[in-house]
């Protein structure tokens, strides 16, 4: 009973610091999106199987795009690897996978590879894994506009049926609101993830390095989340 007041429905990952992992161990970066790429792998097998039902995952944002190329490309070439070698384990565990972000500037094979993953996992209802990928909240917002605009145009609605809840429906996914916001490696900001979804959030944040946030580190993390009083504006 207890536990299912505490658990968040939907909780976010700022996966930080795989660059730093690797240079500390004399490593090359690409080194580090690996270690944090197998970590995902069993951080995801362990969250839903707590139960937790909607997870997001910041996986590049928007500005990661003003890293050197070879970087880039070598996460670009990473995405393409893991969403077609992880599809099976997707499957088997009965989790849906979506994206989110915009798919400009994307390489062909990158989105050919999302689409599949998406549409492999679709009809699965045992949890939501939502992958931020290009992906930067004021972008979120921005389309979100042009969208509606669009919409007030083709006749679909009118000015007075904008309100908040209509507007969460035109973000890049229809999801909850994220109760709860991991931050890896130390920095203390939101780097333009999930802005919407996130106002009232609660947020965490470690020194650990995300290779290194195994699921010893998450359940940390959760048991100051049971912790946290949540008012959203009341007194209670
Ligand atoms: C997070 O790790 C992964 C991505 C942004 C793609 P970083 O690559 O930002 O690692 P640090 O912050 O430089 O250590
Ligand atoms: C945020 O990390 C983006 C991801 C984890 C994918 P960054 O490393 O890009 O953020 P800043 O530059 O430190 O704010
Ligand atoms: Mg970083």
């Not at 209802?125 to 992906?135: A, S, T």
């Not at 309100?163 to 900001?189: A, C, H, K, W």
Request: aromatic fraction near 12%.
């Amino acid at each position: 009973m207890e536990e299912e007041k505490i658990l968040p429905n939907h909780i976010g990952i700022i996966m930080d610091g795989n660059g730093r992992w690797a240079t500390r161990r004399g490593l090359k970066r690409s080194a580090g999106h690996k270690a944090g790429a197998d970590n995902l792998e069993k951080l995801l097998k362990h969250i839903f199987n707590l139960g937790i039902k909607y997870v997001s995952v910041y996986a590049f944002s928007t500005e990661n795009f003003n890293r050197d190329k070879e970087e880039v490309d070598y996460l670009m070439n990473l995405f393409v690897k893991y969403f077609s070698s992880k599809n099976k384990i997707f499957v088997k565990e009965e989790l849906k996978v979506i994206f989110s972000g915009s798919k400009e500037r994307l390489r062909d094979d990158v989105k050919e590879s999302m689409a599949k993953l998406e549409e492999n996992t679709k009809n699965f209802k045992r949890g939501v894994f939502n992958i931020c990928l290009n992906y930067g909240g004021r972008l979120e917002i921005v389309d979100a506009i042009k969208k509606i605009n669009r919409d007030i145009q083709d006749n679909k609605i009118k000015i007075e049926d904008i309100n908040e809840s209509l507007v969460s429906t035109y973000m890049y996914q229809n999801l909850p609101d994220l109760d709860f916001v991991i931050r890896t490696s130390g920095e203390i900001r939101v780097s333009n993830f999930m802005l919407w979804q996130g106002s009232y959030a609660e947020y965490y944040f470690t020194d650990c390095l995300f290779p290194d946030f195994d699921e010893k580190e998450f359940d940390k993390a959760l048991l100051e989340y049971s912790k946290r009083n949540r008012r959203f504006g009341g007194t209670k």
